[in-house]
């Protein structure tokens, strides 16, 4: 009785075996899961931010009353993007989110003078919180695209970014609507991560 299937063509059972080693290389080194924390005052353009990331349609935006959550891929990883709302009723429900976290991603309003201090009072009480200690934080000056935009290098100052001396972080000139910048802050925000998952 012949027994079908079990031919003598060695390539062939090579080449299942390479199949094999590179399918078992993928699951050994599945996409790193990377918890990401977008903040923000309200009307920064987190959520905008979110759906340009997810390659989403950005046409019509609604302010977010509780969350939205995002898995996006880039790089190897699989980043899940919490996007909590940034109205004054809602902040004091942040800390709820702070568990877990590789990555804060804090949006400011670059055009919105008026709520520096605001907002660089809601960032310093974010970098002292315990659960975020050492987070590494990647700060989007959003609204570039705007003539009215303070540049990244007149917001860290403000914000006096050079004293932080407990994690790394970055200010990253963006505009969320034309996505300009956005790629270039996730790029830093991937090698963050891969230096501290090391």
């Given at each position: 009785?012949?027994?079908?299937?079990?031919?003598?063509?060695?390539?062939?059972f090579?080449?299942?075996?390479?199949?094999?080693?590179?399918?078992?290389?993928?699951?050994?080194?599945?996409?790193?899961?990377?918890?990401?924390?977008?903040?923000?005052?309200?009307?920064?353009?987190?959520?905008?931010?979110?759906?340009?990331?997810?390659?989403?349609?950005?046409?019509?935006?609604?302010?977010?009353?509780?969350?939205?959550?995002?898995?996006?891929?880039?790089?190897?990883?699989?980043?899940?993007?919490?996007?909590?709302?940034?109205?004054?009723?809602?902040?004091?429900?942040?800390?709820?989110?702070?568990?877990?976290?590789?990555?804060?991603?804090?949006?400011?309003?670059?055009?919105?003078?008026?709520?520096?201090?605001?907002?660089g009072q809601?960032?310093?009480?974010?970098?002292?919180?315990?659960?975020?200690?050492?987070?590494?934080?990647?700060?989007?000056?959003?609204?570039?695209?705007?003539?009215?935009a303070?540049?990244?290098?007149?917001?860290?100052?403000?914000?006096?970014?050079?004293?932080?001396?407990?994690?790394?972080?970055?200010?990253?000139?963006?505009?969320?609507?034309?996505?300009?910048?956005?790629?270039?802050?996730?790029?830093?925000?991937?090698?963050?991560?891969?230096?501290?998952k090391?």
């Amino acid at each position: 009785m012949s027994r079908i299937g079990i031919t003598d063509n060695r390539s062939g059972f090579d080449m299942l075996q390479g199949l094999l080693s590179i399918l078992r290389k993928l699951k050994s080194t599945p996409d790193q899961e990377v918890r990401i924390l977008l903040l923000g005052l309200d009307n920064g353009g987190k959520t905008t931010l979110l759906k340009q990331l997810a390659s989403e349609d950005i046409s019509h935006i609604t302010p977010t009353q509780g969350f939205n959550i995002k898995s996006v891929q880039s790089q190897g990883f699989k980043l899940n993007v919490w996007d909590i709302g940034g109205q004054r009723k809602i902040r004091p429900y942040w800390r709820n989110y702070f568990e877990n976290t590789d990555v804060l991603i804090y949006v400011i309003d670059s055009a919105d003078r008026k709520r520096f201090e605001e907002t660089g009072q809601e960032l310093a009480e974010l970098l002292d919180e315990e659960k975020l200690s050492g987070v590494p934080v990647l700060i989007f000056a959003n609204k570039q695209d705007l003539l009215t935009a303070a540049p990244a290098s007149e917001i860290a100052e403000g914000l006096n970014l050079h004293t932080i001396r407990d994690r790394v972080w970055q200010i990253q000139s963006c505009s969320a609507l034309t996505g300009e910048g956005v790629q270039d802050g996730m790029n830093w925000l991937c090698k963050s991560v891969n230096a501290k998952k090391k």
